[in-house]
């Protein structure tokens, strides 16, 4: 394990992205297959499936130190991470490294704790932390833990692997993608330049869109007809299409059967059913993109429908035909067996209406219709429209644009729609949890219901640092009482929070829960009476209760890119 | 001797009537009302016993100072050459008003002090700012029996453990030797007074190549080696053209200087920050340095702890940082102890 613990050592103790990538490529020149395999699998976000938790580790270092729970508690607050607070408590000052390797490490002593009782895990995991330095620990911890968050993106990984082999980025991300078992043949096979078979139960990884600068007082900011043209040129080079509001998946049917993968990577096949035994009606050798969705009536469902159904492993009838699901496809990657990715948006366009017009109608399967617009300016008035329509906003996408990989600026651009924001009054605060660990960042909110602040929301981005440690001045002059790690403060600060949504929640004291909150910006120049209150609220989720207007009509035809 | 009686709190604890407290939170800081006295007073007052030279307890505007004859140059030098000293040399005791105050080393940075003050019976000590870690530039630590302690608690958390400072520089050897085989300049930021002095003692042990430090460095850098520290020899970048090159160098700064266009004049750099605080990787990736290396001229947890048994105090006041921690975890040990606050309020007299 040493050199890999060297490995997260240097990817540690740099910022810069090349030079992390560098340590990586040094690593992978080095280690063996078996043992590159396991360190992609972790850096690339892979984790163990939970047999040990950290409460577990927690309990185990308690026993080992002999400290107070309280204590730890405290210890945890100044580290913001179990796997690291442990770590710190009990590893050694001296490396007592063995000559195990990484793979060892993982097949010898880890994964076989599975088959062991609590006690007996327990007594393994504290013998190999007496032996352990605090690095070495730290790095134990996150592996039996998962979420081996260390600062490195996946892309880097994939760079370097790219960088050692000589093949190219999007050939590396396809091999690593979805579901693997970490192994010497696997990286073998992943990493061999002659190697043509891809696995073709797999997705390619996706293309994302950057979203256009909405925020007005931020100097790319897009929010106008002229601001649009300037960015983007004529608009004939241009598809509009909606941003829909469920989850990105695609589609795929081979030989070897049909695979529904979400964006996160997850076979999804068997919650959606449905979508599964519609798309054995696609040609073999098909790959489609496109948006998962709950679909009544001719219009979308709100998100908390298809949460329902991705909650649900077999989903029953009944269930079924209360959720029901479609399919929006967006693009066209494989046809015939062949990568389709390198034609141009329009082309591939007009082969998935091809593909979608052979299926029996109607159909789950239905292409993301084309967005008519004739100006920018009018554009802009249909991204105000958007939530009417139950949809997030609008995406644009070059018609000659290919289909890369990961998020690229410049041919696609998500244009959302404006969030809802409101003025809420600062509750209660708690520190944060790795770089923001010791500072007080986690924040909850309250709006005024009569004469009572009702917590509304939580949330932990959104400010500057200066700004973050401003506040956290403030937290601690202003406490009034507090509850472990938790403390209520003066009810003073007012912050204007942005949130994509709203939905009822009887789990909530203001019966309902906001969607993504976030910090915009700090009212100092507001009071807390100034403050917004629950009744607001309110209006607005009677609102969205009288449903969602129609969409309106789509063009139906999509236009050749202009390739003069 | 005092009745020292323990409620379950432990927050009153030394007798309840002022007259028998020998030292008191004041609006002004902590004094000693029979002694007239303050010690590292935040506030002007006429005598003010001073632990050490760090800004935060060696403050302008007092009308005498008395402070360990080591400490008393890098007072002079950071308050200046005009304020009235009388430096007191470690273990002799002196009278103020029938009140026998005395100095002992905290090995925290050079002419660091704690106080002893005994009255009627009564000892207490102030460590100030202490360790218990070997430093080669600073007098080491002496254990002092009491009665009551009053000790800082700054790293006062189990994860806070600290290896020699050997060890550190050790590791700071390897980050400067790499940095240099890219031709890339190692930037070590550290307090100006006490922890860079220290590093250059540490690193002697390994090198003699001489090393740069900022300007806010060298006046307390040259007092260290008045006093017959030896050091890494130090230049100053001040005294050097702009475009001198650094590109094998260890440079010094405080941390002030981190970001700003003092900078510039370095081109590849690679940025450390040597401080007790770089033991947790959040706190040194929020403040933006590439390498972190712990080394701290405060006690660890388990100084602190061994620390208050070896000085018998029956009653702990425990001040800074983890102040409350501590108390509850000597409490649990059976040890009276609450945080310095909770110590006699003396009401505002003027």
Known sequence: MQHFVQLFRSIDATTSSNAKIDALVEYFRAAAPADAAWAVYFLSGKRLKRFITSRDLQLWARQLTG?????????????????????????????????????????????????????????AVKGWWQQLSITECFVLNKMLTGAFRVGVAKTMVYKALAQVTGLPQAVIA???????QPSADFYRLAVD????????????????AYPLELDPDHPDSVTTGNQLENRLGPT?????????????????????GVYLWSRGEDVITHQFPELAEAATQLPQGVVLDGEILCWREGRPEPFS???????????????????????????????GHLNQRNQLLAQRKQLLATVLDGL???????????????????????????????????MLKRLDSPYLSGRKKGDWWKYKVDPYTLDAVLLYAQPGSGRRASLYTDYTFGVWQDDELVPVAKAYSGLSDKAINRVDNW???????RFGPVRSVRPELVFELAFENIAPSPRHKSRLALRFPRIKRWREDKTSREADSLTMLEHLLAEKANGVSPLPAASGRIASPDQD | MVNHTVDSTGVRSVSSSL????????????????????????????????THGHSDHARPGMGHYYCSANSAPLLAHRLGKDISVTPLDYGTVSDFRGVRVSLHPAGHIRGSAQVRVEHDHQCWVVTGDFKRCADPTAEPFEVVECDVLITEATFAVPIYRWRSGEAVAAEIMDWWRGNQATGTTSLLFCYSLGKAQRLLAELGRYTQKTVYAHGAVMPLYRIYQQQGVTMLSTESTVDLPRDHDYSDALVLAPPSAHRSSWMKRFKRVSTGFASGWMQVRGARRRRGYHRGFVLSDHADWPGLIHTVRQTGARQVYTTHGHNEVLARYLREQDIAAAPLSALHQQPASD
């Open chain 1, 67 to 123: 400290l107070p729970e309280w204590l730890f508690a405290e210890c945890y607050s100044s580290v913001g991470d179990t796997a690291e607070t442990v770590a710190l408590l009990v590893g050694n000052e001296q490396t007592g490294d063995s000559s195990l390797s990484l793979q060892q490490w993982l097949e010898n002593r880890i994964l076989p704790l599975r088959q062991l009782e609590k006690a007996q895990q327990a007594q």
């Open chain 1, 174 to 180: 396809h091999r690593f993608i979805g579901d693997w």
């Open chain 1, 193 to 208: 330049p002659e190697q043509r078979r891809s696995d073709s139960a797999k997705p390619y990884p996706f293309y994302l």
């Open chain 1, 236 to 256: 004939d080079h241009w598809l509009a299409e909606w941003k829909w509001d469920g989850i990105r998946g695609q589609m795929l049917h081979h030989q070897s």
């Open chain 1, 305 to 335: 429908a298809l949460q329902k159904r991705l909650g649900r492993k077999r989903p029953s009838a009944r269930f079924l035909r209360q959720y029901p699901a479609v399919f929006m496809a967006y693009d066209l990657l494989e046809y």
């Open chain 1, 360 to 394: 029996s109608q109607p159909s789950v399967f239905r292409q993301s219709p084309p967005v008519a617009f004739d100006s920018w300016p009018m554009l802009e008035q249909l991204r105000q429209s958007a939530r009417h329509y139950g949809v997030e906003g609008l």
């Open chain 1, 475 to 481: 937290i601690r002059k202003n406490t009034v009482e």
């Open chain 2, 19 to 50: 007259s028998d407290s020998l030292l008191v939170n004041s609006p002004h800081g902590l004094y000693c009302p029979p002694g007239d006295f303050y010690i590292d007073p935040i506030k002007p007052v006429d005598r003010a016993i001073i």
